[in-house]
């Protein structure tokens, strides 16, 4: 039962995303636009918080080559700006650019809605027993994903 409600929850944030991305794609036709894996890139690349190239190249074990590839589309399109690390000339940080951070907030922009309301739906009490169980989940329960942070 809780599985397939989270799943139906998963679900529609995930539609909702896609609508959003295909009725904005509509007005945009002339713009560098995301592919489908340029687009899983670039949350990977938000996630892990301003990676580096071979931490990037290494969570998705894609070869360098193929990392170094898909970062300097991703630059070249202005969704994404490398920084030479200060100590170490040969290591470049990801860091993703407003342009993306706009096309991002399609996503979170919503998230944010259904937040608010679950917080004027619920008590105090079932609000910090649903974060309890979501850091539970975070911290315990799906150590197959680490973020690094």
């Known amino acids: 039962m809780i599985y397939n409600s989270f799943m139906n929850v998963y679900t529609k944030f995930k539609m909702h995303f896609y609508q959003e991305v295909f009725r904005k794609w509509e007005n ?4 560098a636009s995301l592919t489908t894996v340029e687009t899983f890139c670039m949350e990977i690349i938000m996630a892990l918080g301003r990676p580096s190239v071979s931490r ?3 969570f998705t074990s894609m070869s360098s080559a193929n990392a170094a590839d898909k970062v300097n589309k991703l630059v070249k399109k ?3 700006r490398k920084i030479q690390s200060t ?3 040969r290591v470049f940080y990801l860091e993703v650019t407003q342009r993306y951070l706009d096309y991002y907030n399609i996503s ?3 998230m944010e809605t259904v937040m608010k309301r679950v917080e004027d739906k619920f008590s105090e009490e079932e609000l910090q027993t649903v974060e ?3 850091n539970v989940m975070n911290e315990e329960l799906m150590n197959e994903v680490s973020l690094g942070r």
């Open 28 to 31: 945009r036709q002339g713009e």
């Open 56 to 58: 990037f190249a290494e």
């Open 78 to 80: 202005g969704y994404l």
């Open 87 to 89: 100590e170490d000339k």
């Open 108 to 110: 979170y922009q919503y």
């Open 132 to 134: 309890h169980m979501l």
